[in-house]
């Protein structure tokens, strides 16, 4: 298993320009997450889905979009970027019927925003 | 005042020393707490899991709950270099009905162990 798998890894965005950040997980897990992670500020909800065609928004959503189409995909749209968006982005996953409810991250996408 | 409250750090130990990485918390209703480990440029992954009070050990690891005081620690022994990673804490409350496992992070302590 290649567990959660995101790209790109890198990418720098002009202000205003539109992105996606593709998240994919092959655990089948049923819940999703999308995370920022800013210095010395911890891990931001920022959106997450509890099954494909379900989703909704965590404490940090404005100027992002989401959609879960499928089981396995879960992509993060920005649009108009802006310099606030600068920021490492992680998506999880998690199995919603396990007690722990661990979650699983990938390895995260470095956006900055100029 | 923040949900979760940790000491970002950074701290710094020296190779074989006991390591007190600690987080205070707010709010009652928590009753699953998390560490999570996360090396540079990489995502966390859970270190360890604990239900509601008490102590739980694995291996040099040592999680620690104390509900009435809304505090719980995570001690690492003889802490070795390839410990220096940031720690998150991470707590959620009991799961069910419309609870989707939310986790709430502490802001992350940085620790260095150095040989």
């Known amino acids: 298993n290649a567990g959660v798998t995101q790209t790109p890894k890198f990418r720098i965005l002009k202000i205003g320009q539109s992105m996606t950040l593709q998240c994919t997980q092959d655990?089948?897990?049923?819940?999703m997450y999308w995370y920022r992670q800013d210095p010395g500020m911890g891990l931001k909800l920022i959106y997450y889905s509890v099954g494909a065609g379900i989703t909704d928004k965590g404490e940090v959503p404005n100027g992002y979009n989401v959609s879960r189409s499928t089981t396995e995909d879960f992509p993060l749209r920005l649009e108009l970027a802006a310099p606030s968006q600068t920021s490492v982005y992680f998506c999880?996953?998690?199995?919603?019927?396990?007690?722990?409810?661990?979650?699983?991250f990938g390895p995260g996408t470095r956006l900055t925003v100029t | 005042q923040k949900e979760v409250e940790q000491d970002p750090g950074p701290l710094s130990v020296p190779e074989g020393a006991i390591v007190s990485l600690n987080c205070t918390y707010s709010?009652?209703?928590?009753?699953?707490f998390m560490w999570y480990r996360q090396y540079s440029r990489k995502g966390p992954e859970l270190l360890m899991y604990t239900y509601s009070s008490g102590n739980k050990e694995d291996g040099r690891f040592t999680a620690q709950v104390d509900k009435s005081s809304k505090y719980i620690s995570l001690f690492i022994r003889d802490s070795q270099p390839s410990d220096s990673a940031t720690y998150l804490c991470?707590?959620?409350?009991?799961?069910?009905?419309?609870?989707?496992?939310?986790?709430?992070f502490g802001q992350g302590t940085i620790l260095t162990v150095h040989p």
């Open positions: 709010n009652s209703a928590f009753q699953y």
């Open positions: 655990m089948n897990h049923n819940y």
């Open positions: 991470a707590m959620r409350i009991r799961a069910g009905g419309t609870s989707y496992g939310k986790l709430t």
């Open positions: 999880a996953s998690s199995y919603g019927r396990s007690v722990s409810y661990e979650q699983y």
